[in-house]
């Protein structure tokens, strides 16, 4: 149960993506190792509004999105809180998107189509640091 840490309690995430099957995916991903998937949101401005209800240990965000992209979303939320771990799920290997994100403080991203052990794994990373 990768998702649990010593003490029992669930590492908590909050998955952002317009897709409804790619956040299924995630939580099938996530919830059979434990994760508690505490947040769903389909686009940027829903994502900042619930993250600061809930407060998630990660945050899995998606890039395209309408209203708010993710990019956008990321650089408000870790404006309010630089140490917030993200991890930007994106279709397209762009240059421009990665080097936007490092430039406010995001380092992890994997790319999509990913697979259910990619985000697990990806997720662990970013918790250990
Ligand atoms: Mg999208």
Not at 23 to 41: S, V
């Amino acid at each position: 149960m990768k998702g649990l840490r010593m003490d029992g309690t669930a590492i908590r995430v909050m998955a952002v993506d317009d897709s409804p099957i790619t956040r299924k995916m995630i939580k099938k991903a996530l919830e059979p190792e434990g994760f508690a998937i505490i947040g769903e949101a389909a686009n940027g401005r829903d994502a900042v509004e619930m993250y600061n209800k809930i407060k998630p240990d990660v945050i899995t965000m998606d890039v395209t999105m309408p209203i708010m992209d993710g990019l956008k979303a990321a650089q408000v939320i870790k404006e309010q809180n630089p140490a917030q771990k993200i991890i930007m799920l994106s279709a397209m290997s762009d240059n421009d998107i990665v080097a936007e994100a490092r430039g406010w403080g995001i380092v992890h991203f994997c790319a999509k189509p990913f697979k259910p052990e990619e985000i697990v794994e990806k997720i662990m990373q970013v918790i250990s640091e």
